[in-house]
Structures are given as structure tokens and as C-alpha cells.
């Protein structure tokens, strides 16, 4: 058994509660020379390396990092698998962004050996970036799943995907309908859902783009299996909600449809909710939904500014989102950059610790996984980062006049990105090295 198991040495952190709960200090654990312990793809032990290294066997093997931190895989839970080629296209909003870009490039995804040939290019890109676990919107055809599955499945990664469904108000080439919308998502559930470390997501794309009767099969499919996700979009631009409110007049508002429809519930993430109310976000709480905070993709389609205090006066379960390709980068550091603005922006503050809990374990409970990733406790998956405190000349020299962990978690999400992430592991094995 020993020789599966490896260790870890350098500064380690990791959240292990809600900072808008407990408090920032309460929030995280920090060891500044650390020992992580790996065996059979999970952490067996986490602590001081002057504590754990007496008891460690002597022919375990001992990764010393002296000037990196070791944190927790991060977690995506809300991007878009067919958008890898289209990320930075100019000069439209949400609607017209679609109709203009998103909807040609989608249509590739006919294309099995398409497929395959993005579905590599965007997990190698989601684990350059220090991403472990997403949750991915397919296109509208299956085997756009099966080849980011299939992909995922090789590396023994922990990931969440679905099919789109859409069966209205977009291309005839890229629509499904009602009934084989939900045929193919069925065909999907029973190939990969619980195999490995694979799961399934059941994916209406916004309200717009599904009828009546292919909402009403998608909360068939959440009755029928345990244990499946929901993610869709809501709420992320005015004219959106306008064209909600035009589809669907009898209902009360864009949460409501959905509501409706029986498509919230705990393993429901809803993307954006930039233009959410108030007492949307109580629903949304009460029903224990999840919103994914999407700030790189909700500046660069000029969708707004995510209200993250409301969500926490609801104790709504909040989880970062890059939404590749409205988002422009790949790194979930990068987003924090970007996320922090949007607090500014609306005279409030996003803690680092605050950060490192949505990048992390907020978005684990997003996705009700925080038993599994999201945080280094023993028992849980070896799903880890080491991130290079000397990964630029900037950053290396920023950092020598950091004077606390918490600056220089700050300093790691203002000036990092890909080039930050040393090294990836998922089930304890290294899924890259810069
Ligand atoms: N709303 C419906 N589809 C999409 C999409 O692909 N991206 C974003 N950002 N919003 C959407
Ligand atoms: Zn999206």
C-alpha cells in the first residue's frame, strides 16, 4: 500500500467554511510548511510537516515545493465546451452574440471527430489552468458529451456534463425537439452518469430556447433519475428578460418558469442571475439552487454586475463561473481578478479568503460535492494545485514584499493565471506540469 502513497511539502491553504458565516480568520486552514499526504487517489493526511514527516515512512516519497502553495483543485461551475473556439468575439450583446457567433460555432459539434478534437483541447486548457472539476454545457448534439466524457474518463477526472436542449427560437440546424432532446439526454444519463467520477447534468439552455412541453421532459428526467444536476441560464441581460417575459406572460418572472417547470432543487445551477430580485434569490435559496457568479463573461457581453451581498443575505449557495467563450479566460484566478472589480464597482469588498471559498469549497457545495472536493481534508479526493510563487519576474517580486498569506492570496489573484499553475493532480495523479 505505501507505495501509492506520496507526500507533499510546502505552504498549504485551504477553505473550510463560508467567511459571510464564520468570519474571515474561521474561514481557512494555512500550515506555511505543510504536508499533504496522498494514497490510492485520495488525501490521507493533512499537517504540519514537522508533525506528519516523523510518523511517514521512510521510503514514502517526499515532493518538496519551497516556494509555492498547495491548495485545492478549482472548481467551474459554469462553462461551455463547444464555445473553446470562440471566446473573444467582438462587439455584440447576449442575444445578438448568439444568433451572430455562438450558434455557427456550436453547429461544428455534428462533427464526432470535432468533438474529440475540442474536448481535448479544452480539458488540457481547464487543467493548465488549475481547473478539476467543471460543470459543462455541451451543444445540442450528444456526441458532444460522449467526446468530453470519454476524455474525461481517461484522466479520472471529476466532471459534470449534459446535452443542450433546445428546441425552439434557434437555427433549424441546431435545434433538437421535445421528444429527442430527452431521448438523447436519457441515452447519455444511463451511458455515463456515476461511472467513475463522471456525472450528469440535465441542460435546458435558457428559458427562450425550450418549449413548454421539452421543460416539462426535462423536470420528467430530474424525477426519474436520482442524484442528476439541472444548469441552465437565467436572468443575465434586460432584453433576455424582456423576451422571458413575452414567451411565458403567465408567468411571475424568468425564476418562475423554471420553478414551474420543476427544474430547481440542489443540484440546480442557474448561470449569471445578474438581474436577479430579491425575492428570486430567497426562492432560489429555499430550494437550495446554486447561482454561478459568470463577472469575466458579464463584463464582456455588458450584462452587469452580479450582486453577491444579496446572495449571501439568502445564504444562497454561490460557485464561480468562467463561461467560456462569453468569458474570456480559462482560469478561475484570472475570474477572481475580474470578480473583485465587480465588488468595487458596487462599493463593496471580495475578501481573498472570500475568493479562495468560491473558487473552492463554495463552489463544491454549489454542486454538492464538498465531501468529495473542494477542500484538503483527509478522506476527500486528491484533487490538488501547486502554484509557483515564482511563476513571472512580477509576481516573484511582488511577492517578496508580501507580508501575510492573506496579501499574498490577494497578489496570486490579481497578477495570476495558467502560468501560476505549477503542477495539477486529480485522484492523485498529475494531469499537468507546466
Ligand atoms: N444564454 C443562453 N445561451 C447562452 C450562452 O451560450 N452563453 C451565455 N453567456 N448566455 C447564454
Ligand atoms: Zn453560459
Not at 455562438?102 to 474536448?119: I, L, M, Y
Not at 467543471?134 to 446535452?163: E, T, Y
Not at 499574498?408 to 498529475?430: E, H, I
Request: glycine fraction near 8%; proline fraction near 4%.
Amino acid at each position: 500500500m505505501s507505495q501509492t502513497r506520496k507526500a507533499y511539502r510546502a505552504a498549504i491553504l485551504h477553505s473550510i467554511a463560508d467567511p459571510a458565516e464564520v468570519g474571515i480568520e474561521a474561514s481557512y486552514e494555512y500550515f506555511e510548511d505543510g504536508l499533504l499526504v496522498v494514497e490510492n487517489g485520495r488525501i490521507s493526511a493533512l499537517g504540519h510537516a514537522s508533525e506528519l514527516l516523523a510518523s511517514l515512512p521512510a521510503e514514502v516519497p517526499v515532493n518538496h515545493y519551497p516556494d509555492a502553495l498547495i491548495t485545492p483543485g478549482f472548481i467551474d461551475t459554469h462553462i461551455h465546451l463547444p464555445q473553446t473556439g470562440m471566446v473573444g468575439a467582438y462587439g455584440e450583446q447576449l442575444l445578438d452574440w448568439l444568433n451572430t457567433y455562438t450558434f455557427p460555432c456550436e453547429s461544428q459539434f455534428a462533427d464526432r471527430a470535432h468533438a474529440d478534437e475540442v474536448a481535448d483541447v479544452f480539458i488540457k486548457e481547464l487543467l493548465r489552468n488549475g481547473t478539476t472539476t467543471a460543470l459543462v454545457f455541451g451543444s445540442v448534439h450528444p456526441q458532444s458529451v460522449d467526446a468530453f466524457f470519454s476524455a474525461a474518463q481517461k484522466l479520472d477526472l471529476r466532471m459534470i456534463a449534459g446535452k443542450v436542449m433546445m428546441d425552439r427560437n434557434a437555427p433549424d440546424y441546431l435545434v433538437d425537439t421535445a421528444e429527442s432532446g430527452y431521448q438523447d439526454s436519457k441515452a447519455l444519463i444511463e451511458r455515463w452518469h456515476g461511472k467513475g467520477r463522471l456525472h450528469y447534468a440535465v441542460t435546458p439552455r435558457f428559458a427562450p430556447t425550450s418549449t413548454p412541453q421539452q421543460l416539462t421532459l426535462a423536470g420528467q428526467l430530474l424525477k426519474e433519475y436520482p442524484d442528476l444536476y439541472m444548469q441552465t441560464h437565467i436572468s443575465e441581460n434586460l432584453q433576455e428578460i424582456e423576451w422571458v417575459k413575452e414567451l411565458f406572460p403567465e408567468r411571475k418572472g424568468y425564476l418562475d418558469v423554471y420553478d414551474h417547470y420543476q427544474l430547481l432543487g440542489e443540484r440546480s445551477v442557474f448561470a449569471h442571475g445578474v438581474h436577479l430580485c430579491d425575492d428570486e434569490c430567497a426562492r432560489l435559496a429555499q430550494t437550495g439552487s446554486a447561482v454561478a457568479f459568470c463577472p469575466t463573461s458579464n463584463f464582456f457581453l455588458g450584462s452587469g454586475l452580479f450582486n453577491l451581498p444579496m446572495a449571501e443575505k439568502h445564504k444562497l449557495n454561490v460557485g464561480l463561473g468562467t463561461d467560456i467563450g462569453a468569458g474570456t479566460s480559462f482560469s478561475l484566478l484570472n475570474t477572481l481578478n475580474e470578480a473583485y472589480k465587480v465588488m468595487q464597482l458596487q462599493g463593496a469588498r471580495l475578501s481573498p479568503f472570500k475568493s479562495l471559498y468560491l473558487a473552492t469549497l463554495g463552489g463544491a457545495r454549489a454542486l454538492r460535492l464538498e465531501e468529495r472536493i473542494g477542500t484538503l481534508h483527509p478522506g476527500t479526493d486528491a484533487d490538488f494545485l501547486v502554484l509557483d510563487y515564482k511563476a513571472t519576474p512580477l509576481l516573484e517580486y511582488r511577492l517578496q514584499q508580501a507580508k501575510s498569506i492573506a496579501e499574498t492570496l490577494f497578489v496570486l489573484m490579481t497578477l495570476g493565471d495558467d502560468r501560476t499553475v505549477l503542477q495539477t493532480y486529480a485522484a492523485g495523479q498529475q494531469v499537468h506540469q507546466r
